[in-house]
């Protein structure tokens, strides 16, 4: 005779099977209507748990989910993360914990995946990354009592620590630098909008333009990847008022705008000076080599791991701030022309 699975109640019931999970297990995430109905279906087809998930119960998965809301292809090509995942993994072998990542398309299939990695009891914990100005992840999070770390700035909607980088003040320094080199014209090609370190950049990049009184100005928003570097590399200097510096949020856009200042004949530094974002290896690879806001990734990675680790063992971390980017010059920048 064919054992009863959850997967036959969830479908009787018409919910998920995290949701089955949620109430068989007696936890949080579901009303207390739908728990009584998986309940009775499962006493009526004669579902009884495993011995093996009954001796895994009380115990620790040693896991934490990583779960990433982007597009695959953009996410291959984003230095950043390769370096953050570095870090996390570096602290968290030497805790015997392993790293459970996926990758999604947006918020709402991470927080289907997240609410299925908890009921399932495959991770302790979770790295939220990417973080938007309103995120529907955060109340989940706190629904359910997910242990978690944000990477992000901390945020008065919630008490779950962050790890964070003054974004705002490397963006200053950045500008400071090119206004001090005699720049006037200076614009930014920004990442995806909605999140909320991007429209951190934005407004401190906008605060220091207008502070040394430039005028207000020219961002563009894109998705991070080449194509659109590219892309918004040609419209700044497609006008005619054309930037002589442009600030990149990547390290991967910085050195697409190298292959258009070359299609389009505008010499870097001579004409054109470029920042790029993150400091990866793509800046001292190309050439001219890129002036960039350099900080320690994986540094940043450790720390991310060590604030969650404490949390899942109740010892409140709080939030943690590691050291600001510094910028690092090199060919990419230098005085515009007369």
């Known amino acids: 005779m064919k054992r009863p699975t959850i997967a036959e109640i969830a479908a009787r019931a018409g919910v998920s099977i995290g949701a089955v999970s949620y109430a068989l297990n007696g936890r949080p995430g579901v009303s207390a209507e739908t728990r009584k109905i998986i309940l009775d279906i499962a006493n009526e087809i004669g ?10 119960s009380g115990s620790r998965a040693h896991s934490v989910g990583l779960i990433i809301a982007r597009p695959a292809d953009t996410l291959g090509v984003e ?31 991470a927080i289907d995946a997240m609410r299925l ?9 979770m790295v939220v990354t990417d973080l938007w100005t309103e995120d529907a992840r955060i109340p989940v999070l706190e629904e359910l009592q997910i242990p978690a770390v944000l990477v992000g700035r ?27 080199l005699g ?62 510096a442009i600030m990149f949020d990547n390290d991967v856009m910085a050195t697409a ?35 960039a806001l350099s900080w320690d990734i994986q540094a940043y990675g450790v720390q991310t791991a060590r604030v969650l680790a404490d949390t899942i063992d109740d010892r409140s971390p709080g939030s943690r701030q590691v050291s600001t980017a510094r910028l690092v010059v090199r060919s990419s920048t230098t005085a515009p022309p007369a």
């Open 257 to 291: 705008a190298l292959n258009v200042a070359q299609e389009m004949g505008v010499a870097v530094p001579d004409e054109l000076s470029i920042v790029a974002g993150d400091d990866s290896q793509l800046c001292v690879m190309v050439r001219p080599a890129l002036t």
């Open 154 to 180: 901390p945020r008065p909607d919630t008490d779950i620590p962050a790890v964070w980088t003054d974004d705002a003040a490397a963006v200053v320094s950045a500008v400071d630098y090119l206004v001090a």
């Open 183 to 244: 720049h006037r014209r200076v614009a930014r090609v920004a990442g995806l909008s909605a999140l909320e370190h991007t429209q951190v950049r934005i407004a401190a990049f906008r605060q220091a333009v207008l502070g040394h009184g430039l005028g207000e100005p020219q961002v563009v928003e894109t998705d991070y990847t080449w194509e659109e570097g590219m892309r918004a590399t040609r419209t700044l200097l497609s006008r005619r008022d054309r930037p002589t």
């Open 79 to 109: 230095p950043f993360f390769m370096r953050f995942i570095a870090g996390l993994e570096r602290e968290l072998s030497g805790r015997r914990t392993a790293l459970l990542l996926q990758v999604v398309e947006d918020h709402r299939a």
């Open 47 to 56: 579902w009884r748990p495993s011995a093996a998930a009954r001796s895994l």
């Open 117 to 125: 990695c908890w009921a399932e009891r495959r991770v302790d914990g």
